[in-house]
């Protein structure tokens, strides 16, 4: 079945540095990938799409690439903040909405 | 853009009551709402889709008779958990996703409902 694989160990790292969040497919080809941010208590918010024939796609201080060969995608925050600590969900499509289990992100000043 | 409410953010209730939440899409017209549920530490795990003007398509498990879903209108869905119990208790989430772009949801603040 079409599966979806994130780092389940929540990633700890210092103000300023990048963060970066791995997403591994495995059994299908999504023709594309989708990045939320979730808070405690609060619905995710959608913060990129990012389809197959696109390396790359950027949003302010974030980047996520998809590299089909290697079935994975790269979520990247550069220069973290504290506001950035949240859990982020990989999400891809097989008709509904499949989400990863998510990695917590904390971000120390 | 793209907001999506719900209501109420939170409810208690005493088992066997029945429970009303409800969803909107404040500035754009959904034509597809879902409804997710969500355990502590787990994922979202979607329990049914509605288009509105017909009837919810509930994923496996999900007991329709329970968890009734109204999709009145192309800005409104509604969930209402009938005889909650305990094992009810969950965070529920739902998301509206728009005719022009269906595969992005934008999702809701989500309700957190104890069932005592």
């Known amino acids: 079945s079409q599966k979806i694989e994130q780092n389940s160990e929540a990633l700890n790292i210092q103000e300023g540095k990048t963060a970066t969040l791995t997403c591994n497919y495995t059994?299908?080809?999504?023709?594309?990938l989708q990045w939320y941010r979730q808070d405690p208590g609060r619905g995710p918010v959608f913060l990129l799409l990012i389809r197959e024939n696109e390396k790359e796609k950027r949003k302010e201080r974030l980047k996520v690439t998809f590299d089909t060969t290697l079935k994975q995608s790269l979520f990247h925050i550069t220069a973290s903040q504290p506001a950035d600590s949240a859990t982020y969900l990989c999400v891809h499509s097989w008709g509904k909405l499949q989400f990863g289990a998510g990695t917590q992100v904390v971000v120390t000043p | 853009g793209a907001v999506v409410s719900q209501h109420p953010s939170r409810v208690i209730c005493k088992s066997g009551t029945s429970v009303k939440i409800e969803c909107r899409s404040l500035?754009?017209?959904?034509?597809?709402m879902f409804w997710y549920r969500q355990f502590p530490k787990q994922s979202l795990m979607l329990m049914a889709t509605?288009?509105?003007?017909?009837?919810?398509?509930?994923e496996q498990g999900v007991e329709k008779d329970k968890f009734l879903i109204n999709h009145a209108s192309l800005t409104l869905s509604t969930l209402t958990v009938t005889s909650a119990h305990p094992e009810d208790s969950s965070f529920y989430i739902c998301?509206?996703?728009?005719?022009?772009?269906?595969?992005?949801?934008?999702f809701g603040p989500g309700t957190r409902l104890l069932v005592l």
């Open positions: 059994n299908y080809s999504p023709a594309y």
């Open positions: 509605s288009n509105e003007g017909s009837k919810a398509t509930y």
């Open positions: 500035d754009f017209q959904a034509t597809t």
């Open positions: 998301s509206a996703a728009m005719l022009s772009a269906q595969e992005t949801q934008y």
